[in-house]
């Protein structure tokens, strides 16, 4: 079992930036990809960035693309999502999660293990 524990949300104007943390514990050895994802309210749960662990590939959903940033520190089993420019439609929980899945997968239901979340709000 994975253990994810999310941090660093909170409020910023439009323009802003912050970063989100992930803490990792557990069997994080058979991870294959680990991913953001966030749910604004009334939404479904949108795919934002994932970092593939063996190859230390990244891929970003359009919508994030050249404003968002996925890193890792596999030294302290962290995961990192530096949000840059930030807009009022990025407004939402943010979820790490992990996948054992052998692909990068951009489905949220190839993902078993997931944090509770952290809220971030971006006013206009």
């Known amino acids: 079992q994975v253990h994810l524990v999310e941090s660093g949300g909170g409020l910023v104007q439009a323009g802003g930036s912050l970063t989100l943390s992930c803490a990792a514990s557990?069997?994080?050895?058979?991870?294959?990809?680990l991913g953001w994802f966030r749910q604004a309210p009334g939404k479904e749960c949108e795919f934002v960035a994932l970092i593939i662990k063996k190859y230390n590939r990244d891929d970003y959903a359009d919508s994030v693309k050249g404003r968002f940033t996925i890193s890792r520190d596999n030294a302290k089993n962290m995961l990192y999502l530096q949000m840059n420019n930030l807009k009022p439609e990025d407004t939402a929980v943010y979820f790490c999660?992990?996948?054992?899945?052998?692909?990068?997968?951009?489905?949220?239901?190839?993902?078993?293990?997931w944090g509770q979340g952290t809220q971030v709000t971006v006013s206009s």
């Open positions: 999660a992990t996948s054992n899945a052998l692909v990068g997968s951009y489905d949220s239901r190839d993902y078993e293990y």
């Open positions: 557990g069997r994080t050895f058979n991870v294959y990809a």
